[in-house]
């Protein structure tokens, strides 16, 4: 009889691989909604129970977690919550977001082709939820799934041109930026007061498109300094 295809071993990295996946979702969930303050001690055997796995799948997405800077190992305490991003921290993320995306724009805008149908429905989709965001709004309720969703698709747009780049590297560094991203707006407050502004300035990389590679990453260049701007107003109100 010939060797299986898939060796019992490797259906079973499988399996934990796909275990410990879906609980650095289900964590990583929680550490971008707004009940969880900075500092929060997490608990292994806690979460393995409330999850009902084992530790082991836990510790091994708190590891990955760490990479991401949401979350702290305390030498003999364990992990807790990182603490919100201070103003030099906050220059330094939106530096590395000019510097990164404003490549991967122009990259991908050799491929305006077909670029500009996707970002085209990115943008509609985004519209579409910040529609939803502001008529909550006006109920005076704002559920959190709308807003989850509402800043899901707003990276949306952003991670539709560093796929467009086809590069493996831009996306696994569009993941680590993507996290503290949603973490800064979770500390800030901020993201869902400018949805207006920053459909128009999506709207604006698209159009730039049309005169090339090199004014859409100018675009996106835009785009960022003026969210760096916004942000800085929330962080002082």
Same mark, same amino acid.
């Given at each position: 009889?010939? =060797?299986?295809?898939? +060796?019992?071993?490797? #259906?079973?990295?499988?399996?934990?691989?796909?275990?410990?996946? !879906?609980?650095?979702? $289900?964590? %990583?969930? *929680?550490?971008?909604?707004?009940?969880?303050?900075?500092?929060?001690?997490?608990?292994? =055997?806690? &979460?393995?129970?409330? %999850?009902?796995?084992?530790?082991?799948?836990?510790?091994?997405?708190?590891?990955?977690?760490?990479?991401?800077?949401?979350?702290? $190992?305390?030498?003999?305490?364990?992990?807790?919550?990182?603490?919100? %991003?201070?103003?030099?921290?906050?220059?330094?993320?939106?530096?590395?977001?000019?510097?990164?995306?404003?490549?991967?724009?122009?990259?991908?805008?050799?491929?305006?082709?077909?670029?500009?149908?996707?970002?085209?429905?990115?943008?509609?989709? !985004?519209?579409?939820?910040?529609?939803?965001?502001?008529?909550?709004?006006?109920?005076?309720?704002? +559920?959190?799934?709308? &807003?989850?969703?509402?800043?899901?698709?707003?990276?949306?747009?952003?991670? *539709? @041109?560093?796929?467009?780049?086809?590069? +493996?590297? %831009?996306?696994?560094?569009?993941?680590? &930026?993507?996290?503290?991203? !949603? /973490?800064?707006?979770?500390?800030? !407050?901020?993201? &869902?007061?400018?949805?207006?502004?920053? @459909?128009?300035?999506?709207?604006?990389? @698209?159009?730039?498109?049309?005169?090339?590679?090199?004014?859409?990453?100018?675009?996106? $260049?835009?785009?960022?300094?003026? #969210?760096?701007?916004?942000?800085?107003?929330?962080?002082? /109100?």
């Amino acid at each position: 009889m010939s =060797d299986p295809l898939f +060796p019992l071993t490797a #259906v079973r990295s499988l399996e934990r691989r796909g275990l410990r996946d !879906h609980v650095y979702d $289900r964590v %990583l969930d *929680v550490l971008l909604g707004p009940t969880v303050e900075p500092g929060t001690r997490l608990s292994i =055997d806690s &979460i393995a129970r409330e %999850l009902g796995v084992s530790p082991t799948p836990v510790r091994e997405a708190l590891v990955q977690l760490e990479r991401t800077g949401l979350v702290t $190992r305390v030498a003999n305490k364990g992990y807790r919550v990182s603490p919100p %991003l201070v103003a030099e921290q906050l220059d330094a993320l939106f530096d590395a977001r000019a510097l990164l995306e404003g490549g991967a724009t122009e990259l991908a805008a050799v491929h305006s082709a077909s670029l500009a149908p996707l970002l085209e429905r990115a943008l509609a989709r !985004h519209a579409e939820t910040a529609a939803r965001v502001k008529a909550a709004s006006g109920l005076g309720d704002l +559920p959190v799934e709308v &807003i989850r969703t509402y800043f899901a698709d707003d990276w949306n747009f952003h991670h *539709v @041109i560093f796929e467009a780049t086809a590069n +493996p590297f %831009l996306l696994d560094m569009s993941e680590a &930026i993507s996290t503290r991203v !949603h /973490r800064m707006r979770q500390t800030l !407050h901020t993201g &869902i007061s400018d949805a207006d502004d920053a @459909i128009v300035e999506h709207r604006a990389i @698209i159009t730039a498109l049309d005169a090339g590679p090199r004014a859409a990453a100018d675009a996106m $260049r835009v785009h960022i300094e003026k #969210v760096r701007e916004r942000s800085r107003l929330d962080s002082t /109100r």
